[in-house]
């Protein structure tokens, strides 16, 4: 069988894929604003993948644009891999050399093109740069990287300020070294790197709930039996996990009262389950919650608090926020981070305002929850609460007061 990849070169395969995909285009007689809509890919990611001096495109954009225009999948695909320089599994990382990169592929925006002898618009080009204030914090974060420490930067200013432009001259130290540089065009910035590499969004999500314990094994095994035991669980006990999940996503610190965690339960009940309670319902929700499953996890336990200890001091911050009286507990941080998700759309209820109203005392908890309930248009809830909190001392909530009352003509 011939092997069309031996007769090609990367950058004779990249113009030939291109060629066959412009083919494609014109026999198709459509634009490429309607391949966007039959790829589902971004318009840039479109456009770049014709694009003479664009990056090579993704094996899932040449995929989906051979299906859309009905040229030979395999075919497209084989010149994509050697235009990638191989394929992915030759290759040490994600990305290419610094030094290959068109620093205009990088969304770098042109500011001009030379012009040839004829007086017709040649190469772009890219003007004299000159440093600013924040070049000296951007060369800092490459010098670190280069020895090893990892840091990360957000650059932030309107559009055409310069933002991708001073990453560009902030790498070009690395580029003598070898590094690689990653550009995630396609399907998304934030997806990217995701849909490579389809596992890593568990390990991602384990070493953030992990944190510095390291703990990546036992949360990759517990979460699944977490997650059923939130699903299958008795109603009393459900309506307790999304109570705290309900708390957290809102503003609520770690440490979750048991006397609030009960009271604000009671409206996630159904009628009927709420009917068939016993008397020693939060008891029995409590001790079903508290089992462990695989890595010793619990969907909710009991903690004890560590004692705040500041320098004595007549500081403000010398005096300790209220502690709450009776049993603390603690959702799971993954049935959290998964309650997060599902609930990211609802309203707690009128039980849960209620009951962080009667039972919630630190400052910081009540002025999240005010601004949580006035977003939401549970305005009476936050008036109250925004009066709560004032009076647990939280000068937030008091300078709010002030404004309102000032508003008012007080």
Known sequence: MHDEQADHTPDSALTELRRRLEGGLA????????LVARTRLGRTTVQLAFQTDGPVPSAQTVTALARALKLPVEKLLALQQVAAGGGSSDRPGPGRPIGQWDPHALEVHPAGS????????GQRLLPGYVPRGHDRILAEAVQDEAAGHSRMLVLVGSS?????????EAVQPLAKQGWRLWHPFDPTRAEARVKADRGDRLLVGALTRAGKDGRL???LAGGPALLERYQTGAPAARALLEAATDARRLGVGLHLPQAFLTDAAADYLHDTDWDQLTDDWAEKAYAELAEHVHGKHAPLSRITPRPQRRPPGPSPDSTPSPRPTGPVFRLADYLEQHGRT????LCPTASFWHAAHTHLTRPDNLYN???AADTRFRLQWAHHLLHRA???GSTNALARLAVLRERAGD
Do not use: F
Request: charged share 30%; with cysteine.
């Open 217 to 219: 094994a036992q949360d």
């Open 27 to 34: 026999r198709a007689g459509v634009k490429k604003t309607d």
């Open 369 to 371: 929850l005010t601004r």
């Open 160 to 168: 055409s300020t310069g933002k991708t432009r001073g990453c560009w």
């Open 390 to 392: 004032a009076s647990h």
């Open 342 to 345: 599902i609930r990211r759309h």
């Open 114 to 121: 030379a012009q040839d002898g004829t007086g017709s618009l």
